[in-house]
T-cell receptor
Framework: GAVVSQHPSWVICKSGTSVKIECRSL??????MFWYRQFPKQSLMLMAT?????????EQGVEKDKFLINHASLTLSTLTVTSAHPEDSSFYIC?????????????FGNGTRLTVT | GDSVTQMEGPVTLSEEAFLTINCTYT??????LFWYVQYPGEGLQLLLK?????DKGSNKGFEATYRKETTSFHLEKGSVQVSDSAVYFC???????????????FGQGTTLQVKP
């Protein structure tokens, strides 16, 4: 099957520090990865679309300077929350689509619980 | 824009009861439709999908039929188990084409609680 690994699964950081979250496709190549944010008991909100070898596409209202996305290879995308504040505390989930399979479903990581104190 | 609407939860059922979670959508073109399930503290797992009108997706006893005339994709299961307790998300994608990234658009999620 298609496995997406997300690391770390949880992280606690102090206000003002930066946190990097990794999303890896373990057994397939992914030209496109998506980063979602989920608040408690709410749906998933798309933050940005990560494209291998090019700049990420951010959804309206998402600060690109705060949520830095890098997709350096076909199997790895990273999300860095810069100068984190308590309001950034959330559940972040990445997903990936197998390269060349445009109509296939997305495969999701297990999410990262970020708590900013 | 494209959107997905699900019935509000939580839905509380007794074990072996029949389950229906309603999902309707608004989309241009011919979207693909999905149901994802999220267990506590975990990411999302694909439950089933349908890519064209009248397709029926099925998995683990769950079924959903793509109804273009009613723009619906209701999730059903004949006999739920305690282990089915989770949050269920209906989602759509309009595929990958020029100007469209194939992103998933989610409904708000429906929490299912199954009691023994």
């Amino acid at each position: 099957g298609a496995v997406v690994s997300q690391h770390p699964s949880w992280v606690i950081c102090k206000s003002g520090t930066s946190v990097k979250i990794e999303c890896r496709s373990l057994d397939f190549q992914a030209t496109t990865m998506f980063w979602y944010r989920q608040f408690p008991k709410q749906s998933l909100m798309l933050m940005a679309t990560s494209n291998e070898g090019s700049k990420a596409t951010y959804e309206q209202g998402v600060e690109k300077d705060k949520f830095l996305i890098n997709h350096a290879s076909l199997t790895l995308s990273t999300l860095t929350v810069t100068s984190a504040h308590p309001e950034d505390s959330s559940f972040y989930i990445c997903s990936a689509r197998r390269a060349g399979a445009d109509n296939s479903p997305l495969h999701f990581g297990n999410g990262t619980r970020l708590t900013v104190t | 824009g494209d959107s997905v609407t699900q019935m509000e939860g939580p839905v509380t059922l007794s074990e072996e009861a029949f389950l229906t979670i309603n999902c309707t959508y608004t989309a241009t073109g011919y979207p693909s439709l999905f149901w994802y399930v999220q267990y506590p503290g975990e990411g999302l797992q694909l439950l089933l999908k349908a890519t064209k009108a009248d397709d029926k997706g099925s998995n683990k006893g769950f079924e959903a039929t793509y109804r273009k005339e009613t723009t619906s994709f209701h999730l059903e299961k004949g006999s739920v188990q305690v282990s089915d307790s989770a949050v269920y998300f209906c989602a759509l994608t309009n595929g990958v084409w020029s100007g469209n990234t194939g992103k998933l658009i989610f409904g708000q999620g429906t929490t299912l609680q199954v009691k023994p």
